[in-house]
């Protein structure tokens, strides 16, 4: 099976928000739901399964982790702390792009001390080829019950049409870097065309650009802050953002965005911030 489709042949249905559910969620290609917010976890590492539990008792119900973060325990005991049921939670980790996927994918789940994650991606694409043998491994898993669903990171449409090309599948997601400083709407309606959520890491630009005036204008006409504008803006694209807060209140302040709505003209002023910004090197998608 051929699984890509053009951005023309455009289907929305991926990036559509289910808002009966307790916390809003979006729908991947298998029909399994996402929440449209997490926690991310990168440089989480110190006091984690306190600050993720905290997370967790705020409302967050997505974590991003992956085997090269250093959070899979601190996030397992978070989990077992709250005694929260398995199935309100989701958890999304990674393996490196050198990995046998199967195998990395069971070394993660020992870490978390789960017995399944809800989506694991390969973490960046590898220097040759697409991943094609790693995505055969994180199959496996899927078809064991280890993860429920699969995708990728960092990857551009090329290398995800030769992915499908070769395997007959597309991802359920891509994770990228994606900010009103740095994205691409070419990638964004490509993913949709394909069914494939969009998530975004380092959505807050590891705070190097929260203090734009233009960002900074659009927090006082709301009445919400920079952060809260740049999530809310993911949302209303039908992209996910994964902020990382350790402190409390960031917590907080990311998780308060689902009671405002950005006007059209204002999407489009954020829309049009972009400069292909990257908090690393460069927007390595494009
Ligand atoms: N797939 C990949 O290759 C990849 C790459 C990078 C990141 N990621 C994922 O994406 C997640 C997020 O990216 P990131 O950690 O690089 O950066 P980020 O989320 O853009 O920024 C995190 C920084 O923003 C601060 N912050 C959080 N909420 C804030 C708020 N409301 N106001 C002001 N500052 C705020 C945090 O402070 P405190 O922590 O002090 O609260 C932290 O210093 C990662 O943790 C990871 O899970 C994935």
Same mark, same amino acid.
């Given at each position: 099976?051929?699984? #890509? ?30 929440? @449209? ?23 967050? $119900? ?7 973060? %250093?959070?899979? =325990? ?6 077992? !702390? ?9 958890? @999304?980790?990674? #393996?490196?792009? &050198? ?20 989506? @694991? +991606? ?59 400083? =740095? ?15 969009? *998530? ?6 590891? =705070?190097?650009? +929260?203090?734009?005036? %233009? ?5 006082? %006409? ?16 039908? @992209?996910?953002? +994964?902020?990382?807060?350790? $402190? ?26 972009? *400069?292909?910004?990257? !908090?690393?090197?460069?927007? &390595?998608?494009?």
């Amino acid at each position: 099976m051929s699984a #890509v489709k053009k951005p023309a042949a455009r289907a929305a249905e991926a990036a559509e928000i289910d808002t009966a559910a307790e916390i809003d969620t979006v729908a991947l290609k298998s029909g399994n739901l996402m929440p @449209v917010l997490g926690l991310g976890s990168w440089m989480l590492t110190s006091d984690t399964a306190t600050r993720v539990a905290h997370a967790l008792s705020l409302g967050y $119900r997505l974590v991003d982790t992956s085997g090269d973060y %250093k959070t899979q =325990g601190g996030i397992g005991k978070a989990i077992r !702390a709250t005694g929260m049921r398995r199935d309100a939670l989701y958890i @999304v980790t990674k #393996v490196e792009e &050198d990995d046998d996927g199967y195998d990395a994918t069971r070394k993660n789940l020992d870490e978390l001390n789960l017995e399944y994650a809800d989506l @694991v +991606l390969i973490h960046r694409p590898p220097e040759r080829g697409v991943g094609e043998k790693i995505w055969e491994g994180l199959r496996r898993a899927r078809d064991e019950g280890l993860a429920r669903d699969i995708g990728v990171s960092s990857y551009k449409v090329g290398q995800i049409e030769e992915l499908a090309r070769i395997t007959g599948e597309t991802p359920a997601v891509n994770q990228i870097e994606w900010t009103p400083f =740095g994205h691409s709407l070419d990638m964004l309606n490509f993913c949709r065309a394909n069914q494939i959520v969009v *998530q975004a890491w380092s959505p807050l630009t590891r =705070g190097k650009r +929260l203090a734009d005036e %233009k960002l900074s204008a659009l927090a006082e %006409k709301y009445g919400k802050s920079p952060a809260q504008i740049i999530l809310r803006w993911d949302l209303q694209h039908g @992209v996910v953002p +994964l902020p990382k807060a350790q $402190r409390p209140d960031h917590q907080r302040e990311n998780l308060d965005i689902f009671d405002f709505e950005l006007d059209a003209r204002d999407m489009a002023a954020l829309d049009n911030l972009n *400069q292909h910004f990257s !908090a690393l090197e460069k927007l &390595d998608y494009v």
